[in-house]
C-alpha cells in the first residue's frame, strides 16, 4: 500500500514488531561486551584479539548502513527487515556453538549483516508509522526499548556466563528472532516505494572501500601506530575512494546520498553530535568491564549489574525527553542533554581504586541521564528532515553515524587508554594493557575520561551555537 495510506491507529502494533529488532540488536551488542574478559581468558587470547568480537560486527553495520537504506528505499523495507531478522537468528545460532576466536569472529560477520537490515531501517518504519506530531514520542520510546537491551544484555550476560558458558549469550537470541520475524510479517505495513528508482552501484562500492580504510586504519593504528606505513596506505585509500564517491554522488542523477541535505547546518550539527556522543559512550562501554572486573575485582554477574546504571537511566528519561520536544521543540532538550552528559563524563574523572559500588553508580547515573535526555530530540530532529522516499537513507545515515562513532570510538578511547597505561606502567607493561597494575590502569581511565569530557564540551558549544542560530531564524520569519 501507498505510504500515504498507512493506518496510524496500528502504530503500536509497527512499534512492537520494530521494538523486537532494536531489542534484538542491542541486548546482542551490550550481552557481548560484559563476555570480552571471559573470552581472553577461555580462549587464551589478546585483547587486541578479542575486540574483534565487537569491531567485526561493527564494521560490518557501518560499511553496510547506507547501501542497505538505499536499497530499502527502492525495493521497500518490510522484506528487508523481515529477512534481516532470519540472517540474524542464523548467524547467533553459529556464534553460539563456535570454540575458536577467529571462526566466533567470522560467524559475527555474517550476524552484523543481519543487524544492519533491521538497524538501517527502524527508524524510517517507525517515522512513516507515526504522525509527524508524535515523532518524538516514537523515537523516544524505542530509545527505551534500546535501554531495555542494553540494561538486560551485560545482567543476563554475567548470570549465563556465571551459571552455564560464555556460548548461551548468542543462544539467547534465537527466541527473540523467531517470534520478532512472525511479528514484521504479520504487523509491519508493505508499502509502495517511489517508481523508477536505481540502485547507485558504483557510489555503494567507493562508499564501501573508504569506510573500510577508514575503520581498519583506526583499528590497527593503535597495534602499529598510526605513523606505520600500512596505517598511512589505509588512510591514503579512505581518502582516495571517499573522494570518488563524493564526486560520483555530485554526477548521477540517483546518487546514495543527496549531498544538498548537508547544507543545513542545524542537520548537520545534529549528526556531528549525535557522532560524538556514540564515540564517548561506545569507549566508556569497552573498558568499563575492565576496570570493574580488573581493579575493583567484581565477578562477570556484579560487572553486568553495575554496567545496567546507564541505560536503565537513559531508557527512563528517553521517552520523556522525546515527548517533550514533541512540544517544545528539539533544540532545546537536545542542548539540555549533552550538557547533562558533559557533567557525567567530567564526575568519571574521580574514579580509583577504592571507588564503592554506590560511587560507581552516583558518578554514572548523570551519564545514563544524559544520554536519554540528548537522543530522543537529536533523532527527532533528523528524521524530521527527510521526505517519505528518502526515509531509509535518512535512517540509515543517522544509524551509520551510531556505529561509526562506536567503531572509532572503541579503536581510539581504546588506544589512548592502552598508551596511558603504557605510560604510568613502564616496564611492567609487557603483560599487555588489561594485565597492567591497577593503578596504571586507573590513571589511564582519568586522563581517558579527561579526553572524553574535552571531546564533549565541543558538542555542547555546538548544540548551544544551533540554538542560537535557530533562535535566529525564528525571530526572522516572525519580523
Not at 570480552?36 to 587464551?44: C, G, K
Request: one cysteine or more; hydrophobic letters at 55%.
Amino acid at each position: 500500500m501507498d505510504s500515504s495510506e498507512i493506518d496510524y491507529s496500528r502504530k503500536w502494533h509497527v512499534m512492537a514488531a520494530v521494538g523486537m529488532g532494536i531489542f534484538l540488536a542491542t541486548i546482542d551488542g551490550s550481552i557481548v561486551n560484559v563476555a570480552l574478559p571471559t573470552l581472553v581468558r577461555e580462549m587464551d587470547t589478546q585483547f587486541a584479539v578479542v575486540q574483534w568480537v565487537v569491531l567485526s560486527y561493527l564494521l560490518t553495520l557501518a560499511t553496510l548502513m547506507l547501501s542497505i537504506g538505499r536499497l530499502a528505499d527502492i525495493i521497500g523495507k518490510k522484506s528487508i527487515y523481515a529477512s534481516g531478522f532470519v540472517v540474524f537468528t542464523i548467524g547467533s545460532l553459529l556464534c553460539g556453538f563456535e570454540k575458536t576466536i577467529y571462526w566466533l569472529i567470522a560467524f559475527r560477520v555474517f550476524q552484523g549483516v543481519g543487524a544492519v537490515m533491521m538497524i538501517a531501517l527502524g527508524m524510517g518504519i517507525l517515522t512513516e508509522a507515526f504522525p509527524p506530531k508524535e515523532r518524538g514520542k516514537a523515537l523516544g520510546t524505542s530509545g527505551a526499548i534500546v535501554s531495555i537491551g542494553i540494561i538486560l544484555g551485560p545482567t543476563l550476560g554475567g548470570i549465563l556466563i556465571d551459571a552455564l558458558s560464555w556460548h548461551w549469550i548468542f543462544f539467547v537470541n534465537i527466541p527473540v528472532g523467531i517470534i520478532g520475524t512472525i511479528m514484521v510479517i504479520k504487523f509491519v505495513p508493505r508499502t509502495s516505494p517511489a517508481k523508477g528508482q536505481r540502485f547507485d552501484f558504483a557510489g555503494a562500492v567507493t562508499l564501501f572501500i573508504s569506510m573500510l580504510a577508514f575503520l581498519l586504519a583506526f583499528t590497527f593504528g593503535q597495534k602499529f601506530g598510526f605513523s606505520d606505513y600500512k596505517i598511512i596506505m589505509l588512510f591514503s585509500t579512505w581518502f582516495l575512494f571517499f573522494t570518488l564517491f563524493l564526486i560520483s554522488q555530485l554526477k548521477i542523477k540517483q546518487p546514495m546520498i543527496e549531498l544538498g541535505i548537508f547544507r543545513n547546518s542545524l542537520f548537520s550539527i545534529n549528526l556531528f553530535t549525535g557522532f560524538i556522543t556514540f564515540i564517548s559512550s561506545a569507549g566508556v562501554v569497552l573498558l568499563m568491564p575492565f576496570y570493574l572486573e580488573n581493579v575493583l575485582k567484581y565477578n562477570p554477574s556484579h560487572v553486568g549489574l553495575l554496567l545496567a546504571v546507564v541505560p536503565i537511566s537513559a531508557g527512563i528519561f528517553s521517552p520523556f525527553s522525546g515527548m517533550l520536544s514533541d512540544r517544545v521543540g528539539t533544540r532545546k532538550i537536545a542542548s539540555a542533554g549533552l550538557l547533562i552528559l558533559l557533567i557525567g563524563y567530567i564526575s568519571l574523572i574521580t574514579l580509583n581504586e577504592q571507588t564503592t559500588a554506590l560511587g560507581y553508580i552516583l558518578r554514572f547515573l548523570p551519564v545514563g541521564i544524559g544520554i536519554g535526555v540528548f537522543q530522543s530530540p537529536n533523532n527527532s530532529a533528523i528524521m524530521g528532515v527527510a521526505p517519505k522516499e528518502k526515509l531509509g537513507i535518512i535512517s540509515s545515515l543517522l544509524s551509520t553515524t551510531r556505529t561509526l562513532g562506536q567503531t572509532s570510538g572503541i579503536a581510539v578511547i581504546g588506544a589512548f587508554w592502552a598508551f596511558r597505561t603504557a605510560a604510568y606502567a613502564g616496564a611492567s607493561f609487557g603483560r599487555g594493557a588489561m594485565r597492567a597494575d591497577s593503578s596504571a590502569q586507573v590513571g589511564a581511565l582519568k586522563d581517558t575520561f579527561t579526553a572524553v569530557a574535552i571531546i564533549m564540551s565541543l558538542a555542547f558549544l555546538l548544540s548551544i551555537w544551533a540554538l542560537i542560530q535557530e533562535r535566529m531564524q525564528t525571530n526572522r520569519v516572525q519580523a
